[in-house]
């Protein structure tokens, strides 16, 4: 499963999660916008910063979504604000966010900017450390989903789902949050299909999405323990282009597909302009 992809589909669509996830009101995400921002000059993107829509005392936040292990994690976080920062001139502060999965993933060496850290400039998010899902605001546990041990997913996305249909005054598009879990089922179990899901779950409201497909696709590539050696490469680089779709950047879906960036970028230049 590529979490990072669903982790920066989630933020996008429901930015108010990520500040109920760090302390702050979910009403902040209205003063911001979530987007992936490209450093001038150098080889690689920051995926997912919220900026603030206006100057101000609102922070930038820089978020790293780190789900194996990485020493340099945070000289990176630490490289990426400030070459932002020193190219966009902005009046804003900065914080950067890392979360990952569990606290055994975070190898980030921190000798070189332990100060950011007893400045809390930059905190840090072990998503299993949270609490229980069913005691967790509806956004949050859907975050814990992705973490979730296989032999319970379904359980607890049965729980998740009757409390999404359920809740009063939910601040999240219901129709959206419900879509989301279901992807989420997707790419976590790739041997289910789309109505057994739905009998399980009562998802037959949602309408056939593209994005539904394009998950279920890359769910079951990567459930394949079998086959050719070609023609695993073929139906990597045919993913690429859906994948590309959904938004993921050239260096997300390399390291997805276990693909050199050149086959990567060679594959979305021989993709047919109407595809």
Request: charged share 25%; aromatic share 10%; glycine share 4%.
């Amino acid at each position: 499963m590529k979490t990072d992809s669903i982790f920066y589909r989630l933020f996008q669509e429901f930015p108010s999660i990520f500040f109920e996830l760090i302390g702050n009101p979910p009403e902040t995400a209205n003063t911001y916008q979530f987007s992936s921002v490209e450093i001038k000059q150098t080889a690689f993107r920051i995926d997912g910063v919220f900026l603030p829509t206006q100057d101000g005392e609102n922070p930038i936040y820089f978020l790293e979504v780190q789900f194996q292990p990485d020493s340099d994690i945070y000289l990176r976080l630490v490289s990426e604000a400030f070459l932002y920062l020193r190219q966009n001139k902005s009046k804003n502060s900065w914080r950067g966010v890392a979360i990952y999965p569990r606290r055994n993933i975070d190898t980030g060496e921190r000798q070189d900017c332990h100060e950011f850290f007893n400045s809390d400039r930059i905190s840090i998010i072990y998503l299993d450390e949270l609490g229980e899902a069913a005691s967790l605001p509806i956004g949050i546990a859907t975050l814990k989903l992705v973490i979730e041990n296989e032999d319970t997913t379904i359980t607890t996305a049965r729980v998740l789902i009757n409390r999404t249909k359920q809740a009063v005054n939910l601040q999240l598009p219901q129709k959206q949050l419900l879509e989301l879990i279901e992807t989420i089922l997707v790419y976590k179990l790739p041997n289910i299909s789309r109505e057994e899901i739905e009998a399980m779950f009562g998802l037959s409201e949602l309408k056939q999405t593209r994005v539904y497909q394009e998950a279920k696709q890359e769910g079951k590539q990567e459930g394949k323990e079998e086959g050719k050696q070609e023609g695993r490469f073929e139906a990597k680089l045919e993913a690429v282009p859906k994948l590309l779709a959904l938004g993921l950047s050239v260096e997300q879906i390399s390291q997805a597909l276990d693909l050199d960036v050149a086959q990567v970028q060679q594959a979305i230049q021989q993709t047919p302009l109407n595809e």
